[in-house]
């Protein structure tokens, strides 16, 4: 594409002049269109749009699929791509990472080439998102091949209530310097893990704890939700976390959560797919575009 045509498509996104999108168009399966775009919607400047888990990526970059200090994992999913500013971010954690003593980190899901809704995912819609793999990197050189293969490491035990011998205090160092890193809003994890981390960290300074937020699932991998870059328009910034450390509230988790559900209790309704309607309107132009 030629550079005027991206100013001037970058201008249409901004201004939305594309929000009367055609009505077949806005009723189609969000998902489905986005899942199908193997390539970033070109843009001068990057832009993530929406929310975390209502929006899509105009101008976003691939995470190199390897770096001194990380591999990107499961290639085949194509989905390494995010805003600018998580990429370098990332390149961050890894460098982290060797300070707790581990080679590097291999990296997760972060958001297709377009963001938009993803299989396996609730958010991760606009390049903001971030799963970095618990299991620490023994080699740096894996193959395409390996990196479809290896599975991460779980830290929590099988009743679901503690971690197992697999979770280590250099776990505990890398999330709390991501957790204190001022460009994260959030880390989900698995439950037992906050709890040990409420029991490690000492008496004073907790206020970082607040962002390790228990989530289900999350134990082979930990989550990072990044605030909107400084100065993103059109960037719905997540709310930040309440205050305090949260670890009084998160043995529910451990607790009730874990309880059989009520056989008498009628069944969750289905969430409906999410529409390209229900995104923002500049979506539709970032999924239309060749
Ligand atoms: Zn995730």
Redesign the pocket.
Known sequence: MKASILRKTAALLLTGVLATMPGNLRAQDAKALFSSKETPFNSESPYAIGQHSRGCLAGGVALPESGPTWQAMRLSRNHYWGHPETIRFVQEVSRAATKVGWNGIYVG?LSQPRGGPVPG?AS?QIGL?V?FWLLPPGRLDLSRGDRERISSMNVRSADQRSVNGNWTRSHHRLLEAVARDGRVNRI?ITAPVKLQMCADAPARDRAWLGKIRPWWGHNTHF?VRLNCPRGARGCVNPDPVPRGDGCDEAIWWVTEALEPPDPDAPAPKPKPPIRLADLPPQCASVVAAP
């Open positions: 899901d995912h991760h998102d799963d989900f989550h």
